[in-house]
């Protein structure tokens, strides 16, 4: 265990794994704070004011009209039909 080896901040945990968030960036802002004395918390952007502020924009994000609009299509190129195949070429969801 190295407290270095883990990413000090969200923009660094984006740059190493820039998939997706985890749903507990929606749910709970306690995620940011180590449980670990030797390890500092995970700093949220500078836009943000706090974890709390971090996880209410977030939420408010997902639940807006164009993530509504829109979810469709994520849930095809990660799970369903635009996965594989010409689909997925159409959808420019090919390496």
Same mark, same amino acid.
Request: charged share 20%.
């Given at each position: 265990?190295?407290?270095?080896?883990?990413?000090?901040?969200?923009?660094?945990?984006?740059?190493?794994?820039?998939?997706?968030?985890?749903?507990?960036?929606?749910?709970?802002?306690?995620?940011? &704070?180590?449980?670990?004395?030797?390890?500092? /918390?995970? =700093? #949220?952007?500078?836009?943000?004011?706090?974890?709390?502020?971090?996880?209410?924009?977030?939420?408010?994000?997902?639940?807006?009209?164009?993530?509504?609009?829109?979810?469709?299509?994520?849930?095809?190129? &990660?799970?369903?039909?635009?996965?594989?195949? /010409?689909? =997925? #070429?159409?959808?420019?969801?090919?390496?």
């Amino acid at each position: 265990w190295q407290p270095n080896e883990y990413p000090p901040s969200i923009q660094r945990m984006y740059e190493w794994t820039p998939d997706e968030c985890i749903p507990e960036f929606f749910t709970d802002p306690s995620v940011f &704070t180590s449980i670990h004395l030797d390890m500092s /918390d995970l =700093a #949220v952007p500078p836009w943000a004011a706090s974890a709390e502020d971090f996880v209410a924009w977030h939420r408010e994000v997902l639940d807006s009209p164009q993530v509504t609009q829109r979810l469709h299509e994520w849930i095809d190129v &990660t799970f369903g039909c635009k996965l594989i195949g /010409d689909a =997925a #070429v159409a959808a420019k969801n090919v390496p």
